[in-house]
């Protein structure tokens, strides 16, 4: 297993890992979103966990001019769960940022309870389209 810095040559390996958890991503591999999540990825700070030829977790992240590091989407391969490759990439981003705190936008907040984060706030969605 390899943490590695996300370039264009991954793309299809990442949206393979997108397309393999279904509907629940589908914001972001489906005909709407891929043009907009390619965007994304391409203004963004992305890792991925590669296991030869597959793309089993990847972290997106943001720098927000050194007031923090934010995550915004971590996932890993169902398949490849309970490995710690998620907390693996989580640890990659504070490497790359050692001296900026790192925040992650979480809706299943009971898995970084589990790697011990503590909650910093919460988010409000202000509007949807």
């Not at 001296?99 to 984060?117: F, R």
Request: aromatic share 14%; with cysteine; hydrophobic share 35%.
């Amino acid at each position: 297993m390899e943490i590695k810095k996300y370039s264009k040559a991954y793309e299809s390996l990442l949206f393979d890992l997108l397309v393999a958890e279904g509907d629940e991503w589908s914001a972001y591999h489906g005909p709407a979103g891929r043009a907009k999540y390619i965007k994304a990825l391409e203004s963004s700070i992305t890792y991925i966990a590669c296991d030869e030829n597959l793309v089993c977790g990847y972290a997106r992240c943001r720098e927000d001019d050194g007031f923090g590091i934010y995550v915004f989407d971590l996932l890993v391969r169902k398949s490849y769960r309970g490995k710690q490759i998620g907390k693996r990439l989580m640890e990659r981003v504070c490497q790359e940022f050692p001296v900026q705190p790192v925040y992650v936008m979480s809706d299943i907040d009971s898995y970084y309870e589990k790697l011990g984060y503590r909650r910093a706030g919460s988010i409000f969605e202000v509007k949807s389209c």
